[in-house]
């Protein structure tokens, strides 16, 4: 019997958050104080036989009637049929690894201005048409865009007649003023290979991928692979090697004036977890910056795995040369002896001069044991030493803490206790400047719970640290909020 | 929605109609079980590139029995968690009919590293990489981990939002009722 096709489907989903609270200090800096606030966004598609309509909608309301609004920030319509794929409307996309080009959202992540309160989703989509064709010998996706003060058009092909094998390029141009007076150009060509497709059963595999990219330039000067610094340039080469157990990546790069405002190529930075050197982390400044990135993983039959990475960067952004340097280990003990506990030991040792950090070193333990059935608990506790380099005077040290112990019930939700200090003069309570620097602590509970298998609710009081945090390999500010804040995630 | 390029939008619609002239015929994946679940959304097909080569065609997937769709990160503690359990889950059960498939929502910052992570799990089932969010937004995806099961005539049988020790075993519930529910209603 063949199963009816379902002939229209509506999809929703709803991310509500309302907040009762204030900025951190808001008397201090004159701000209104006890404001409240809801921010919505409503995702909804239309699917009809090969055809999807769709928008999303966001509001935001305060108590202070400031930068609130209401309206549609994307609307779609979007057409699939045997290897073909059209979209008319707001976009995201990608060309090859992201030198040229990516448009891209964090699903989830709601940004909040740390000064006006406003909140948004994030979201860097692209508002035009785009085309996606996939064939036996390869692919295009060509795309053409205009916002309120540039149009961004391009493209890319690829061609993979061989099986694992595949050789294509990207093109991106960005016009703006009157007529398109301004212009710039950005174009790549890239190779991928895995010679374990290619030839099915070897031991060992080695994906490879390389792709090389150039500003204004043209297709006879992009040849030359040249890598000067008067050349916009960007270069990024990516391997892994997968043995049995064993496995290692290794990444290269080098980009030079490459911050194009549209594009986002790999970092080369370990993206973290934990949340102490997930927020330490180092961001790329593509303006000037190569370097590599190693890391190795072995998988301990029945014990867990161990993890090692380094990564390190040189550049001269801004004529003085600058250096970055990361050392990771971390093991995760899983024995299938004692499958109701759980156990991640990390250690990091880094310097950013990037970022006037001379050193700093984090370690912490994750510790997740099961009980009653499905009951849980996690302890975490991390620690971080760091020296910042001052312009006048000598070198400032400071220590952040973090712990955080959570009880979790599968299938109802989690409570969790959060604890942060931390003795860093950046972060001291205003009022207490002059003077020795007092530490700042953060208190805070977070409790989710499960309400049947469409909507997640989440419940946060007490003190967010404020500060840049990663999400998806992408680094924002986190507003820093003293108060109250309900968070309702749904899907329809 | 802003005005747009028609000189661009017709070459980037000419270039793309070239490349589906090159097209093989569609699959055939049509699923022909039948299964007795409530009325419930029913799952988009999708088309993906494993990272082991070769392509996950849910409709194809589907054909074969219930299929179990895992959106997660390299960089997402619960997902670390999850993904052992799905890989238990595909062990005891992929002779039956079931497909786990991992869907990695990394950014380019990862690429490079999905393979190796999938490498330290040890995972058995295939994983692909979601590199442009097309299939996170069809799925209307908010957190991590998101887990969809499928079942064979598409509808979506049973999802969790995020990962709590013990989430396992419910999708593991989920899995063994449709399984024997397919075994029992499936005409061969």
Known sequence: ?492 | MGHRTLRATARAAGLALLMSVAHGAPPAGAATATITLPERRRAADFRLASLNGGTLDLAELRARGPVVVDFWATWCKPCLMALPELNRLHERNAARGLTVVGVSVDGPRNFSKVRSFANRLRLGFPVAIDRDESLQQLYQVKAFPTTFLIAPDGRIAWTRQGYLPGDGEALARAVEALLDTTAVDTIP
């Open chain 1, 1 to 492: 019997m063949i199963v009816a096709e379902a002939r229209a489907q509506v999809t929703v989903s709803n991310i509500v958050e309302a907040q009762a609270g204030n900025r951190p200090f808001a008397e201090f800096f004159g701000q209104p104080t006890n404001p409240t606030s809801i921010y919505d966004e409503l995702n909804a598609e239309l699917a009809l036989s090969g055809v999807r309509l769709g928008f999303r909608y966001e509001s935001l309301d305060n108590s202070r009637q400031t930068n609130t609004y209401r309206t549609f920030t994307q609307r779609y319509a979007d057409w699939t049929a045997s290897g073909l794929h059209v979209r008319v409307g707001d976009f995201y996309t990608i060309l090859g690894r992201g030198l040229t080009m990516r448009a891209f959202e964090l699903p989830g992540v709601v940004l909040q201005d740390a000064v006006t309160g406003r909140r948004s989703s994030f979201s860097r989509e692209l508002d035009g048409v785009r085309v996606d064709a996939d064939g036996r010998f390869g692919s295009v996706r060509a795309f053409s865009a205009q916002d309120a003060s540039s149009t961004q058009s391009g493209g890319q092909a690829m061609l993979g007649p061989w099986r694992g094998a595949g050789v294509g390029a990207t093109y991106v141009r960005l016009s703006s003023g009157a007529g398109g007076a301004n212009s710039q150009e950005f174009g790549s060509g890239f190779v991928q290979w895995d010679p374990s497709q290619t030839w099915s059963g070897a031991p060992v595999a080695l994906p490879l991928y390389a792709e090389y990219a150039q500003a204004n330039r043209s297709a006879s000067e992009w040849w030359r692979f040249e890598r000067g610094d008067a050349v916009p340039h960007a270069l990024y080469v990516g391997s892994e090697a997968l043995w049995g157990p064993f496995a290692l990546s290794a990444e290269w790069k080098d980009y030079r004036d490459f911050r194009t405002g549209i594009n986002d190529p790999p970092s080369l930075v370990r993206e973290h977890a934990f949340p102490l050197p997930n927020r330490a982390t180092h961001v790329l400044n593509a303006v000037s910056e190569h370097g590599v990135q190693l890391e190795g993983s072995w998988a301990v039959p029945d014990w867990g795995t161990v993890t090692v990475n380094h990564s390190r960067a040189d550049g001269t952004p801004s004529g003085r040369a600058l250096h970055f340097e990361e050392s990771y280990f971390e093991t995760h003990l899983a024995a299938a002896r004692w499958p109701t506990v759980e156990a991640t030991l990390f250690f990091d040792r880094d310097i950013d001069t990037f970022v006037q950090i001379a050193g700093r070193e984090i370690y912490g333990v994750s510790l997740t044991g099961r009980f009653l059935g499905p009951w849980s608990s996690t302890l975490d506790l991390e620690k971080l030493d760091a020296e910042r380099s001052a312009v006048f005077g000598p070198s400032i040290g400071f220590t952040d803490q973090v712990a955080t112990l959570q009880v979790a019930r599968s299938g109802w939700g989690t409570l969790a206790y959060l604890w942060q200090r931390t003795t860093d003069p950046d972060e001291e309570d205003p009022d207490l400047f002059g003077g020795d620097v007092e530490p700042r602590v953060y208190r805070a509970w977070n409790a989710s719970a499960l309400i049947g298998q469409s909507h997640t609710v989440q419940l946060f009081v007490g003190e967010r640290r404020g500060g840049p945090a990663c999400t998806a390999g992408t680094c924002y500010e986190v507003a820093p909020f003293k108060g109250a804040e309900l968070r309702l995630i749904s899907r329809f």
